[in-house]
T-cell receptor, first 114, second 108 residues
Framework: DAGVIQSPRHEVTEMGQEVTLRCKPI?????LFWYRQTMMRGLELLIY????????DSGMPEDRFSAKMPNASFSTLKIQPSEPRDSAVYFC????????????FGPGTRLTVT | GQQVMQIPQYQHVQEGEDFTTYCNSS?????IQWYKQRPGGHPVFLIQLVKSGEVKKQKRLTFQFGEAKKNSSLHITATQTTDVGTYFC????????FGAGTTVTVRA
């Protein structure tokens, strides 16, 4: 099993640019989660999907952030326009079901906005 | 919403010593999960506890779920350099609420 795949692993961009982060969950997992991790705020849940449908996006910081899951094997997190305070590590995770709720994290994307 | 608090935030341990990290919730949890994140890595699932008073062991790690299902602990015996990292507890069903983590460093 390849595990959760994220790309890119590192992204450096200038303020105002659009950033798109990508995630491929583990095959067969019904739930997909996007997290942001910073030293100051720790691990924050941004949004999660169940069977490709967004269920809870209350953690999305503001309208500059959007996430989609067009099919069971692909999700994107987009930031437009990006700001320096968006600099963080963004993790994607997936889990099988409510009964098997342990989450498998991808390697993360380290985003730096200058 | 559900909040999970962890203490201590940092734990500096002499190699070979034991230590415990604690996790407390403001509400009753259906289950508690523990994750470990190595420096520069991603969180990795360690274990899940579901039953009141449940105790599970993984080699030198002992996990406990409180009787009221509002707290949990992770005890590591004979700490090794491989135990370095941040340990997170997380509560909830499929939507987990993560604690801030306990970052462990080991003095050889």
């Amino acid at each position: 099993d390849a595990g959760v795949i994220q790309s890119p692993r590192h992204e450096v961009t200038e303020m105002g640019q659009e950033v798109t982060l990508r995630c491929k969950p583990i095959s067969g997992h019904d739930y997909l989660f996007w997290y942001r991790q910073t030293m100051m705020r720790g691990l924050e849940l941004l949004i999660y999907f169940n069977n490709n449908v967004p269920i809870d996006d209350s953690g999305m910081p503001e309208d500059r952030f959007s996430a989609k899951m067009p099919n069971a094997s692909f999700s994107t997190l987009k930031i437009q326009p990006s700001e320096p305070r968006d600099s963080a590590v963004y993790f994607c995770a997936s889990s099988l079901s409510p009964e098997r709720s342990e989450q498998y994290f991808g390697p993360g994307t380290r985003l730096t906005v200058t | 919403g559900q909040q999970v608090m962890q203490i201590p935030q940092y734990q500096h341990v002499q190699e070979g010593e034991d230590f415990t990290t604690y996790c407390n919730s403001s509400t009753t949890l259906s289950n508690i999960q523990w994750y470990k994140q190595r420096p520069g890595g991603h969180p990795v699932f360690l274990i899940q506890l579901v039953k009141s008073g449940e105790v599970k062991k993984q080699k030198r790690l002992t996990f406990q779920f409180g009787e009221a299902k509002k707290n949990s602990s992770l005890h590591i015996t004979a700490t090794q350099t491989t135990d370095v990292g941040t340990y997170f507890c997380a509560g909830g069903d499929y939507k987990l609420s993560f604690g801030a983590g306990t970052t462990v460093t080991v003095r050889a």
